[in-house]
């Protein structure tokens, strides 16, 4: 069943899962998915929180009565709850993080998403969330909008290993990659050890295709031919940018100084789209030093039936280039797709954080009221 997660492994690709719930850690599966499938890291966010706390299971109830007990507001309990589950899931993992040196083993959680433009508090919150886990193997998530930026940069030149959310479009991932760069200076001019601050850019995939394949259907004729080729040429130019980056002179003083390159992660990997290999985003992304965070439905697809063979990304950036050509040729705007993208990301994720909030608050009142 393992084989192809194992090959992923062995081609320099880190087999995270996208998704955590107190279910999963209570019942022993996420400890058992790190045994059995290679799974080395956890992403969550304000969607699969909700999932998880909003889905009705029991597991929740005892840490919902202590609050509701104590009458603390719905934030706080929001807040107690979801670093409770990234803490367990970090102490689950912390082997995975001492084997690996720090490199895996992480545990991701985002900052309030209504802060998403906001950077001094998102700084604050990240601070907070920081100290509350209280595991060196947790990941703080910043998205990277334009008020973003600055805090991504603040926050790691602070020692806070940050996994930075929500890119879609080359030219921010550049800019994440320079907010990273200015961090680890930041960093270093403090006298921290930079060895210790770790990151990820979470670059969205199969989003791009869902909306610029919209856009091609509008457009018709020719256009079709274009269908689910954006979202893989798009991560891979950005692997292309990842090593030009990485290997600048500005790069290389600060790997001189003990720094951890910010490694691409794959975020979306799910394929929304029937018609296509459900493994799409996960074979045909491979390259060394990358990480892949996967639904648990794309990890077991790639377990059973993923075929393997080897870098798929960088013998590919002609024809990478060559389909983002095409696709402007045909009337695609790049930059209002990727815009789009990220506006539609905060507003989801605003929405799933609302509903979570909704269903603790109704959770609290009931619990006061003696109902459960």
């Given at each position: 069943m393992t084989d192809a997660l194992k090959r992923l492994s062995d081609e320099g690709v880190a087999i995270w899962l996208d998704d955590l719930s107190r279910e999963r850690l209570n019942t022993g599966n996420l400890a058992e998915l790190v045994q059995t499938k290679h799974v080395v890291g956890v992403t969550t966010n304000p969607t699969i929180f909700q999932k998880a706390i909003g889905g009705g299971h029991?597991?929740?109830?005892?840490?919902?009565?202590?609050?509701?007990?104590?009458?603390?507001?719905?934030?706080?309990?929001?807040?107690?709850?979801?670093?409770?589950?990234?803490?367990d899931a970090a102490d689950v993992l912390r082997p995975v993080y001492d084997a690996s040196n720090g490199r895996d083993g992480r545990v991701s959680i985002e900052v309030d998403p209504r802060l998403a433009h906001q950077t001094g508090p998102t700084v604050a919150e990240a601070?907070?969330?920081?100290?509350?886990?209280?595991?060196?193997?947790?990941?703080?998530?910043?998205?990277?909008?334009?008020?973003?930026?600055?805090?991504?940069?603040?926050?790691?030149?602070?020692?806070?290993?940050?996994?930075?959310?929500?890119?879609?479009?080359?030219?921010?991932?550049?800019?994440?990659?320079?907010?990273?760069?200015?961090?680890?200076?930041?960093?270093k001019a403090a006298g921290l050890d930079l060895s210790q601050i770790e990151s990820v850019?979470?670059?969205?995939?199969?989003?791009?295709?869902?909306?610029?394949?919209?856009?091609?259907?509008?457009?018709?004729?020719?256009?079709?031919?274009?269908?689910?080729k954006a979202a893989l040429a798009n991560a891979r130019l950005a692997y292309q940018a990842y090593e030009e980056v990485?290997?600048?002179?500005?790069?290389?003083?600060?790997?001189?100084?003990?720094?951890?390159?910010q490694r691409p992660l794959w975020a979306s990997t799910g394929v929304k789209d029937p018609a296509l290999p459900d493994t799409l985003y996960v074979t045909e992304l491979v390259a060394p030093g990358t990480v892949n965070t996967m639904p648990e439905a794309t990890l077991d697809a790639t377990g059973d039936h993923g075929v393997v063979t080897g870098d798929t990304i960088t013998p590919n950036y002609a024809d990478a280039?060559?389909?983002?050509?095409?696709?402007?040729?045909?009337?695609?705007?790049?930059?209002?797709?990727?815009?789009?993208?990220?506006?539609?990301g905060v507003e989801k994720f605003e929405q799933s954080w609302k509903e979570l909030l909704d269903t603790v608050t109704a959770s609290l009142a009931s619990f006061a009221d003696g109902e459960k």
């Open positions: 029991s597991s929740y109830d005892a840490q919902l009565r202590d609050l509701a007990v104590r009458k603390v507001t719905t934030d706080e309990a929001v807040r107690m709850i979801t670093t409770s589950d990234v803490r601070k907070q969330l920081w100290w509350l886990v209280d595991r060196p193997n947790v990941f703080i998530k910043i998205p990277a909008t334009k008020a973003g930026l600055p805090a991504i940069a603040e926050v790691l030149g602070r020692g806070i290993s940050v996994n930075v959310t929500l890119i879609f479009s080359l030219e921010r991932y550049r800019a994440v990659m320079d907010a990273f760069l200015t961090g680890l200076e930041k960093a850019a979470s670059f969205f995939v199969s989003r791009v295709d869902t909306e610029i394949d919209k856009r091609l259907s509008k457009i018709g004729g020719e256009a079709a031919a274009l269908k689910s990485f290997s600048s002179d500005r790069w290389n003083a600060l790997e001189a100084a003990g720094a951890k390159a280039k060559a389909v983002m050509d095409a696709l402007a040729a045909v009337g695609v705007d790049y930059d209002d797709v990727v815009q789009v993208l990220e506006d539609e």
